[in-house]
């Protein structure tokens, strides 16, 4: 276990954002970012809609292709990586609206994972690949569902399998991106556990977030992007007592 | 999984064998005759739907694909003689080439737009080949036939077998496609791209396979063509009918299975080559219309997709 906090110095960065800018057109969707984020950390990233929170996990996953400045992963510039190599490497995510492989069920989803993730050429009979499947499934609290189609699940189910898919990555980085909108609060509560019990097995987790309990409850570090800018990071309720952020939020 | 491969190589070679053995017992030339261009069209549309269906890729370009096949036949014949074997061999190789061109300069491109580049392909290659002399240009070259080998009566009979093969060749590698880590994530990549890319899969490489092998398997299946007719132009070699029928029958048949164009093809086929012997070659192109109408409305699915509702509702029916 890493311990959180104050070790920092000594610690090289998991990842490490570097003056990384992103236009649309003459849009500034990112403004010279940087930050660096800790192995085994759990970061929070807050901001009102359209900040640029899904952009910047877009440079970070290779879903986008940052103009300016680096991303480094593991000391590795990946900054000009497609993001299937980046997966490979250790970074998965998951979709604010769910992206799942609809015309499989919901163990395939994570078989394709297996395929193309993991070690290439590494012989794995299929019914340990399939023990491995179970036991994602299990932990994410699907697996009565391993043999349904994905379009029959529900919103949280969705969320879920999104999250276990990313598992089935082996993933060193997880980038949650509000997987907890617009489910009720129980189903919050299911998901954040999840992710909770993911971090304690040392995985580094940046959660996109509205929902403030949520990311209050799980966050060691919370940053708040604002029109592509980083105007505050720091401890949660440091973060949240900011006067910047709360006028963002608030509009004043 | 075993069991399944066992049953499927004995039906492969049972195939074979009923067309090996026809050559031999049937006497009368128009069997083969038709039989050789349903036997075409089977591969032409199991390639399709490696692209078309595994990946989602609508590819217009098949009449391409075909053309080429058919003219490095042609030249090869000019030029060297060359024995039909090599002829199909080098077919399939320029064919492969031909995919992997395409599939660089296009796959970036993403549904109804990668459509419309495959159909400028074609129209660019058949402009090229009408200007190109040495086949024959726009007035077409004539074929002369070399000697039948001797185990078959006929070349046209010979062709059937050979294109037997091919068929043989063609359901072999879109069946090990789709059963394998390639097939999952074609799949994966045909139901969203990007999730694909980011849950490991290298979707450009895929697609750029799926291209290459669907190429090489169209071209291989176009090289006897000159053949089998004895001639060949641009204008029907490349005819964009090819790339029509094609669709259809792999639409028609279902694409999330390898049978799914097989029958499909068989139908079509078999339809157009009782119309044209009873109405008119016209009329295909009509019968084709109404019957791709009617399935994309009724059954999006295709044939494929009927059986399966089919089974489950007996099975919903029975428990």
């Known amino acids: ?252 | 999984m075993k069991r399944n491969s066992i049953a499927f190589w004995g039906a492969m070679a049972l195939f074979l064998l009923a067309v090996l053995l026809m050559t031999q017992v049937v006497g009368n030339e128009y069997p083969f005759f038709a039989g050789y261009v349903i036997l075409q069209f089977i591969v032409l549309s199991v390639a399709w739907s490696i692209l078309g269906g595994y990946a989602g890729y609508v590819n217009f370009g098949t009449s391409a694909f075909f053309g080429v096949g058919v003219y490095t036949a042609v030249f090869l014949v000019k030029a060297t003689g060359a024995p039909l074997g090599v002829q199909i061999a080098t077919a399939a190789a320029v064919g492969a080439l031909l995919g992997l061109a395409v599939g660089l300069l296009t796959l970036r491109m993403q549904g109804i737009f990668f459509s419309i580049a495959t159909i400028a392909l074609s129209i660019v290659i058949e402009t090229s080949v009408t200007n190109w002399r040495y086949v024959g240009g726009a007035a077409g070259i004539q074929i002369q036939r070399p000697q039948v080998m001797e185990l078959f009566h006929s070349y046209v009979q010979m062709l059937f077998f050979v294109q037997a093969l091919l068929v043989v060749l063609a359901i072999a590698t879109a069946r090990y496609i789709q059963r394998s880590w390639i097939g999952r994530g074609l799949r994966a990549l045909r139901d969203d791209e990007l999730a694909a890319e980011c849950t490991g899969v290298p979707t450009l490489r895929l697609k750029l396979l799926a291209c290459v092998v669907s190429g090489a398997l169209m071209c291989a299946a176009g090289a006897p063509a000159a053949m089998y007719l004895q001639y060949a132009d641009p204008s029907s070699a490349f005819n964009l009918n090819y790339s029509v029928t094609v669709l259809a029958m792999s639409l028609i048949g279902g694409t999330a299975h390898w049978i799914g164009p097989v029958l499909g093809a068989i139908l079509l086929g078999v339809t157009q080559q009782l119309l044209a012997v009873t109405i008119s070659s016209e009329i295909n192109v009509l019968v084709l219309g109404v019957m791709l109408v009617l399935f994309v409305v009724a059954a999006p699915e295709g044939i494929l997709g009927l059986v399966r509702r089919a089974v489950r509702y007996r099975a919903g029916g029975e428990a």
């Open chain 1, 1 to 252: 276990m890493t311990p959180p906090g104050d070790s920092e110095q000594a610690l090289q960065p998991l990842l490490r954002i570097d003056a990384v800018t992103k236009r649309f057109g003459g849009f500034v969707a990112l403004d010279n970012v940087s930050v660096d984020i800790r192995p085994g950390e759990r970061l929070g990233l807050i901001g009102p809609n359209g900040s640029g929170k899904t952009t910047l996990i877009n440079c970070i996953s290779g879903a986008l292709r940052a103009e300016a400045g680096s991303v480094v992963f593991l000391g590795e510039d990946i900054t000009r990586l497609p993001p299937h190599i980046r997966t490979r490497r250790g970074i998965a995510r998951s979709f604010q609206i769910p992206r799942p492989f609809k015309s499989m069920t919901v163990a395939e989803n994570l078989m394709v994972a297996l395929d193309f993730a993991t070690v290439a050429g590494a012989f794995v009979p299929e019914a340990e690949r399939r023990d491995t499947v179970m036991s994602v499934l299990t932990r994410t609290g699907l697996a009565s569902k391993a043999d349904i189609s994905t379009t029959r699940l529900s919103q949280v189910e969705l969320r879920k399998m999104e999250l276990a898919r990313a598992m089935a990555t082996h993933p060193k980085l997880l980038i949650s991106d509000e997987a907890m909108a617009g489910l009720s609060t129980s189903e919050v509560d299911e998901v954040l556990d999840l992710l909770l019990a993911l971090a304690a097995q040392d995985i580094t987790i940046i959660m996109i977030e509205h929902i403030m309990q949520a990311v209050m409850r799980f966050s060691q570090r919370v940053m708040c992007l604002d029109a592509g800018k980083i105007i505050a990071i720091g401890a949660p309720a440091e973060v949240m007592a900011n006067r910047r952020v709360q006028e963002a939020y608030l509009g004043t």
